[in-house]
């Protein structure tokens, strides 16, 4: 498990640092890469599951890779006031 963490800290970092979370053939096509993409795989089985480990372990270095900003407050606007109901009409309901 030590080994797992270690690469993925690796990995998470790399993508943070890039600005995004890479496919794996932008993955094996950069020449920067801190890990081997066959050693970085391996651990995980799959990429997809390394991806969802980082985003799982690493949220703060998850949101940098994929440029996650948080979104604007939107304005609030005047909520609609209810309709009063009728008093004889809820009470022929009430009886029924």
């Given amino acids: 498990m030590a080994n797992k963490k270690a ?4 990995l998470a970092d790399y993508f943070a640092d890039k600005g995004k979370m890479m496919s794996p ?12 993409y066959a050693v970085a795989k391996r651990p995980f089985g799959s990429w997809a599951r390394m991806q969802g480990m980082i985003k799982v372990n690493f949220p703060a270095e998850w949101e940098k ?11 609030k606007a005047a909520a609609p006031k209810a309709k009063a109901k009728p008093a004889a009409a809820s009470k ?3 009886k029924k």
Wanted: aromatic share 4%; proline share 17%.
């Fill in 25 to 36: 053939v932008e993955y094996k096509a950069a020449d920067d890469v801190p890990i081997r």
């Fill in 65 to 75: 890779a994929m440029s996650i900003t948080p979104p604007a407050p939107a304005p």
């Fill in 7 to 10: 690469i993925l800290k690796q």
């Fill in 92 to 94: 022929a309901k009430a």
